[in-house]
């Protein structure tokens, strides 16, 4: 079963009290941080970190809660709030030596990028956010009949207890609704990496519903303060997106132009998972981001 990226070598990094990342290092030059989405691990990076790492150091870890990561319990809003595993982003770089690097995140890893690149302007060179919206501007746009495609940010939103009970019963359905509806197919996403990605959500639903119910709470709170006090993205940003705005009625790069001072947006002719459709649209964008 394919559970690592050949070629690159594996560690566990502690990153705060009781938490260390599961984390593949490759490659050597300027350091580049990539983030994982869910439901998935780093693996749905292997494409793309292989090519990257031609040229750079390339490092990709398991978020807290997800993967072969430690997955500390919900002891309050702040365990699983972006601004917490950003700051793991940040103490994983640095104890591989590096105090500045670039960053791209995808789905929940791309929140948890924003969210580093706001916290630590001075840390994150250049920034890149896979087919997501940032918190704040998510919740704005979703509503009416519309906000079906988004169920599970609604059901793990819910306070601790139903929502991880529901989705321990029927783990694999659940998590492989995801990756099929979104899906990327068999041909992208084989067999076997499908069943670790099954396998490492099962393992973690405490985890991972925390991840959400922050989105819904502590999360929206922080963005919305940052949009009050006029806090944007000062770095690079590159964005690319399916095509969602002519489907739910907005404009993705207006809402993304209302956070980043210099931003590229692009819309790319794949599905959600398109690190593993298009991972060589994917390596052009960051190359292209890396080199402003």
């Given at each position: ?13 502690t ?25 998935q ?60 690097f ?12 924003v ?31 519309d ?9 793990m ?32 996403m ?28 502590v999360?929206?709170r ?24 002519s ?5 993705a ?40």
């Open positions: 079963m394919t559970t690592t990226i050949p070629g690159f070598d594996y560690r566990r990094v990153v705060a009290d009781g938490v260390a990342l599961n984390v593949a290092v490759g490659g050597t030059g300027s350091p580049v941080v990539l983030l994982h989405g869910f439901p691990t780093h693996l749905m990076w292997r494409h793309v970190a292989a090519d990257l790492a031609a040229g750079h150091t390339v490092i990709v870890p398991d978020l807290r809660g997800y993967g072969d990561s430690d997955k500390p319990a919900e002891a309050g809003e702040h365990t699983y709030a972006k601004r917490t595993m950003a700051a793991d982003v940040v103490e994983l770089a640095r104890r591989l030596g590096h105090e500045r670039a960053l791209a995140g995808h789905d929940r890893g791309a929140l948890v990028a969210r580093a690149g706001l916290d630590h302007p001075d840390t994150v060179t250049h920034l890149a956010s896979l087919d997501v919206l940032p918190t704040l501007d998510m919740w704005e746009i979703l509503g009416g009949a906000a079906a495609v988004a169920f599970h940010l609604y059901l939103a819910q306070p601790p207890g139903l929502p991880e009970r529901m989705i321990e019963v029927s783990a694999d359905d659940f998590f492989g609704f995801f990756l099929d509806a979104w899906g990327a197919g068999e041909e992208a084989p067999p076997d990496v499908r069943a670790e990605y099954l396998r490492a959500s099962r393992e973690a639903v405490p985890s991972i519903v925390a991840d959400y119910r922050a989105t819904a709470g999360d929206l922080h963005d919305r303060e940052d949009r009050a006090a006029g806090r944007r993205l000062t770095m690079p940003v590159s964005v690319v997106q399916q095509d969602w705005g489907v739910l009625g907005y404009d790069k207006a809402l993304w132009s209302a956070w980043a001072t210099d931003l590229d947006h692009r819309t790319l002719a794949a599905g959600h998972f398109m690190a593993e459709e298009a991972p060589q649209e994917i390596v052009t964008v960051l190359r292209d981001l890396l080199a402003r």
